[in-house]
């Protein structure tokens, strides 16, 4: 073999080396994005979506962006929005990918069949340019959803996971956080019984004493983790949009009052009231929601509260709502 055959051969090697560098390898990522981007069924950007409209059944819950991205609920009451479960409801829609067209056109009684008529779940993004989506029952096997765009007749299957998480109930949408403040806010803290106070005031070092009833140090981790309990305190249930009348939930002789001052003064006010299996109901200041809250974070507060929590009362017949 000559050399002018040898350096045409290592031309055409490097040539080939370079192809499968440039087009299999590097190529290989790009041409998966785009086969994927293929498969969605809307292309928009979640951030753009102002309001999220749910439905399940006859029930719609409507949620509203605010100009610092959280949001609000407005409908069917007006209340805090769980900002990450309602920014998953966009962003499972906007990837939603189409697996299988079902039928280009399905009649009334094919879309009845597949329990698009009427749909399961429903879900609209204002914002996104899209129609409503309506989810209907899952597949035989379990693994897709029957779904549909209002106005379109096409019926197609999308992964059932994906539909399932955004499933959400007005429960599942409100914001649960009972006692929204600020940590580093807290100077004092009273844990007030019918019978007896406990005062515990933060200095300027971060120190935590027990004032009253008695004067001494309480340990700093323990006074933090005090704080955090309560900061951490999450509704397990929302009884009702009233309090009135406060004797229903046992709100006119609470068995444990939970006040937070700060420098300025007053905070939150937190009220207990009825013991209802394993959970207590609570309001705070002068808010109309009636919470559920789990017991178990106030016998953890202080020792002696373990003992001295409401004995369990039957549920009021107004029921829970969202």
């Known amino acids: 073999m000559s050399f002018k055959t040898t350096g045409v051969l290592a031309v055409i090697l490097v040539a080939l080396g370079a192809f499968w560098y440039f087009y299999d390898y590097k190529g290989e990522a790009p041409r998966e994005a785009k086969a994927k981007l293929a498969k969605r069924m809307f292309q928009f950007d979640p951030g753009r979506v102002r309001r999220v409209f749910v439905a399940t059944g006859d029930t ?26 309602v920014d998953l409801i966009a962003s499972n829609v906007a990837e939603l990918d189409r697996q299988e067209t079902i039928a280009e056109k399905a009649t009334p009684e094919a879309l009845a069949d597949y329990g698009l008529r009427p749909p399961s779940f429903r879900v609209y993004l204002d914002g996104a340019g899209i129609d409503t989506l309506l989810a209907g029952d899952e597949s035989p096997t379990g693994g897709f959803t029957y779904v549909k765009l209002a106005g379109k007749p096409e019926v197609l299957a999308v992964g059932a996971w994906q539909v399932n998480r955004m499933r959400k109930t007005l429960y599942d949408l409100r914001d649960k956080t009972v006692l929204p403040f600020d940590r580093e806010r807290v100077t004092k803290i009273e844990l007030i019984r019918p019978d007896s106070t406990v005062v515990c005031e933060r200095d300027a070092s ?17 006074g933090d983790a005090l704080l955090a309990a ?52 609570a309001r705070v200041d002068r808010k109309a929601t009636v919470y559920e809250v789990d017991e178990r974070t106030f016998q953890d507060l202080w020792p ?19």
């Open 206 to 222: 971060g120190a935590w004493n027990v004032v009253r009833p008695f004067g001494k140090a309480l340990d700093r981790e323990r």
């Open 230 to 281: 309560l900061h951490g305190l999450r509704a397990r249930a929302f009884v009702a949009e009233s309090v009135d009348p406060p004797a229903q939930y046992g709100f006119d002789r609470p068995p444990l009052t939970v006040r937070l001052s700060g420098q300025e003064g007053p905070i939150l006010t937190l009220t207990l009231g009825k013991k209802v299996g394993e959970h207590l109901y």
């Open 60 to 85: 719609m819950v409507v949620c509203e962006r605010q100009p610092d991205s959280t949001w609000v609920i407005t409908s069917p009451v007006q209340t805090g929005a769980d900002r990450w479960t």
């Open 304 to 322: 002696p509260l373990k003992d001295r929590l409401p004995a369990t009362a039957a549920r009021p017949d107004s029921g829970k709502n969202g």
